[in-house]
């Protein structure tokens, strides 16, 4: 059975990535009545984005604020277990 359905979508063949070639999208019934151009750019815009946020670069921004973190905690942790030997003396 064949049912008719009329969707709105934007093909995106030129995505950036090196992992995807091809990105569809199902532009939201609502949105549909928007005019081509912004439709590209809005597609244009995520797909672009998307994949940015698999560079080395922000992985070693996450790595590096990950080990500061790791810092902050066991350096709290040492100075506690200082104060309390420091109170266990006293």
Do not use: W
């Not at 973190?69 to 709290?76: E, L, Q």
Request: hydrophobic content about 45%.
């Amino acid at each position: 059975m064949v049912k008719g359905v009329s969707k709105t979508i934007i093909e995106v063949n030129n995505t950036g990535s090196k992992l995807f070639e091809k990105i569809v999208f199902y532009v939201t019934p609502e949105y549909g009545n928007l005019n081509a151009k912004q439709l590209k750019r809005a597609a244009a815009n995520f797909s672009f984005n998307y994949d940015s946020s698999l560079q080395k670069s922000n992985l070693r921004q996450r790595i590096r604020r990950k080990k500061v973190i790791k810092a902050i905690v066991f350096s709290g942790l040492g100075i506690l277990a200082l104060l309390g030997i420091c109170l266990l003396v006293l």
